[in-house]
């Protein structure tokens, strides 16, 4: 399904995931045996919409992430972005695939830091090898208010204003999927909000967006909220409130319950 962009935060073409028996494996610095940090993931993410990723530091959120996004293949499984089999591509195909559909918002800004903001929001399309459309860069640089600092180079930013450079980067190419590690992790509150509300507008404009967070009010803005311990999927809910989330996270810690509602012992 194509959808026409009307406005410069738009999308392309609408794309679902889907994710098959993720398993990844990691061995530790002291090479002792592997440890598996994604264990049978399966995951069905819509093409449009918010989709928050939660769990306990260490659950695997942002291995399945960067599994999910083709940054990081998984030892077995496959994830299918817009029917595109995205591991049975070869490195070069997958490469091309990611920079013409997915964005990333993630906390480390990886800009440039010796380019300007301009050159660094532009830099997609000089490696994709399109023609910058230089009424769009204008419009992302004014909604994230960067206008002013579009000569300067990146280094000499604040991280807020650095996230949103890198906000501006991952919308310029209308990408129908976006993937964001803790978004707003490093961001003062003014700032939080803004990327937050972007996020919030492009899965209403058509884009898949997924996020890893700790922040339940951020997770609370999403459509669905998938519940992460110990590498595997422990339930995945619709809309919730920050409070239905922090509860949802506690339940993961709680034993089974059995059929009659009395707890099962583990172990
Ligand atoms: N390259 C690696 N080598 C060894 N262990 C790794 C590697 N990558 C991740 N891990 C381990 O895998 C587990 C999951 O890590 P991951 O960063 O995905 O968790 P997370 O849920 O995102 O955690 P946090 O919320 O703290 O960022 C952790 O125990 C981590 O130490």
Do not use: W
Not at 93 to 102: D, Q
Not at 243 to 262: A, D, K, L, N
């Amino acid at each position: 399904m194509k959808k026409q962009p009307n406005d410069f935060i738009g999308v392309n073409t609408y794309l679902s995931i889907q994710a098959r028996g993720l398993v990844k494996r990691v061995v530790s610095a002291d090479g002792s045996s592997p440890s598996v940090i994604l264990n049978d993931v399966s995951l069905d993410i819509p093409g449009a919409g918010l989709t928050a990723i939660v769990g306990p530091s260490g659950a695997g959120k942002t291995s399945l992430l960067y599994v999910l996004s083709g940054l990081d293949s998984p030892d077995s499984g496959r994830v299918v972005i817009g029917g595109t089999d995205i591991y049975a591509l070869d490195e070069e195909r997958r490469s091309r695939f990611i920079r013409g559909h997915i964005g990333f918002v993630f906390q480390q800004y990886n800009l440039v830091p010796y380019l300007t903001v301009e050159e660094n929001v532009m830099l997609p399309l000089s490696l994709a090898h399109r023609k910058a459309d230089y009424v769009h860069v204008t419009q992302l640089l004014s909604r994230f208010g960067l206008r002013q600092r579009a000569r300067t180079v990146v280094s000499a930013l604040s991280g807020g204003e650095q996230q949103r450079v890198a906000l501006c980067r991952a919308l310029l190419l209308r990408p129908s999927v976006v993937f964001a590690d803790e978004p707003t992790g490093a961001l003062d509150t003014a700032n939080s909000e803004l990327v937050l509300q972007v996020l919030r507008e492009l899965a209403d404009s058509g884009s898949s967006v997924v996020m890893v967070t700790h922040d339940t009010d951020a997770a609370a803005l999403a459509d669905r909220v998938v519940f992460l311990r110990d590498g595997g999927i422990t339930h995945v809910a619709g809309r919730l409130t920050a409070g239905q989330i922090v509860e949802g996270m506690r339940r993961t810690f709680e034993p089974p319950m059995s059929q009659h509602g009395q707890e099962v012992r583990r172990g």
